[in-house]
């Protein structure tokens, strides 16, 4: 049996273990990383150390950045009473790209999933429970987590906690996608929608 | 517009180069990488560098290898007579796993192209026929460059090239894939299966 030489076996294995790269993808990308100049090479592997070690979590929000507080946190110009609740920092990518909220953000690094034995301590729950004691003057949290059965949890137990305070909690709104299609939507997407509905 | 902190956009940059690496994967890819444990995100720099840099080029064929001459030339179970030519270290690695083949190598990297300007002095087509004149050796050699326009043209090219040192020239087989089906294949597959049909 051919067996790739070591540093080139180690090197697939390594890419193998990112998410959505099996083992065809990872030879191909590997293959790929040999052909280039030493140069380039080296920038992707410098660029993936540099990446880890310059980036760390704002003691604010626990979004990725490279200094504390993050960006977001300390732009005064920002809506300092507004809360916006999401799973993971791509999330926040994501809602800055859409330009309609300037509000802050807190990042949770995951969701409450028994089935995986994550539970609340398990992600930066109490970080923000810190944060809303500390801050009086957040008035709204926006809970962003993603409309799944962990995210869904997520947001039902943080509401409960979160309730006393007397703080308004919002939910993101659930129906059918822009541009969809009611044919090919799913019940449980519809049944949203429909309960949602808003009189116009 | 939400910026990445430097270091993550430089990660997604690098990322993004990759083959079959899309901005959004490799958006992913990054935020991964950002979750990991230190040591393996370094493990996975290091592979990199390491396999570029433990790499070379076997002198006899061309694969990458880490000891010169490669493990597949120097072994001399192998059937020394025969020599196949394939376009990229990763076609050698493919054809080693049918495990059929026990004569060596030849990796062309790269195939002509005049529509991208890679012409014979481009690709280790010097290499081969230097190879050809020292070792007598050489019976048959088997053109197994990729069935495409490029990989065809590379062949005939050689085939011409080899004929008058009265070496066997063979190509690889083109026809329908085993499991294929004929109301799916193309016609130039079809018709190429025709033309090598065999009398059983």
Same mark, same amino acid.
């Given at each position: 049996?051919?067996?790739?030489?070591?540093?080139?076996?180690? &090197?697939?294995?390594?890419?193998?273990? @990112?998410?959505?790269?099996?083992?065809?993808?990872? !030879?191909?990308?590997?293959? =790929? %990383?040999?052909?280039?100049?030493?140069?380039?090479?080296?920038? @992707?592997?410098?660029?993936?150390?540099?990446? /880890? /070690?310059?980036?760390?979590?704002?003691?604010?929000?626990?979004? &990725?950045?490279?200094?504390?507080?993050?960006?977001?946190?300390?732009?005064?110009?920002?809506?300092?009473?507004?809360?916006?609740?999401?799973? !993971?920092?791509?999330?926040?990518?994501?809602?800055? /790209?859409?330009?309609?909220?300037?509000?802050?953000? =807190?990042?949770?690094?995951?969701?409450?999933?028994?089935?995986?034995? %994550?539970?609340?301590?398990?992600? /930066?729950?109490?970080?923000?429970?810190?944060?809303? !004691?500390?801050?009086?003057?957040?008035?709204?949290?926006?809970?962003?987590?993603?409309?799944?059965?962990?995210?869904?949890?997520?947001?039902?137990? &943080?509401?409960?906690?979160?309730?006393?305070?007397?703080?308004?909690?919002?939910?993101?709104?659930?129906? @059918?996608?822009?541009?969809?299609?009611?044919?090919?939507?799913?019940?449980?997407? &519809?049944?949203?929608?429909?309960?949602?509905?808003?009189?116009?």
């Amino acid at each position: 049996m051919y067996k790739f030489p070591n540093s080139i076996a180690k &090197l697939i294995r390594e890419l193998g273990k @990112l998410p959505g790269i099996g083992s065809k993808t990872a !030879q191909r990308l590997a293959f =790929h %990383i040999l052909s280039l100049e030493n140069e380039e090479a080296n920038q @992707l592997a410098e660029s993936i150390v540099n990446a /880890k /070690k310059n980036t760390t979590l704002c003691s604010e929000c626990c979004n &990725l950045t490279e200094a504390d507080p993050c960006p977001i946190c300390s732009n005064n110009k920002r809506d300092h009473k507004l809360l916006c609740v999401v799973e !993971q920092p791509r999330d926040v990518a994501a809602l800055e /790209k859409m330009n309609e909220y300037h509000g802050l953000y =807190h990042v949770l690094h995951g969701a409450i999933s028994p089935m995986d034995d %994550i539970g609340p301590e398990d992600i /930066k729950l109490r970080e923000l429970l810190i944060r809303l !004691q500390d801050h009086s003057e957040i008035k709204e949290i926006i809970l962003a987590t993603n409309p799944t059965v962990n995210g869904e949890a997520t947001a039902v137990y &943080l509401s409960r906690l979160i309730k006393p305070t007397g703080i308004t909690i919002s939910r993101i709104a659930s129906g @059918l996608p822009m541009g969809g299609d009611l044919e090919y939507a799913d019940e449980i997407t &519809l049944a949203k929608a429909f309960e949602g509905r808003k009189v116009l």
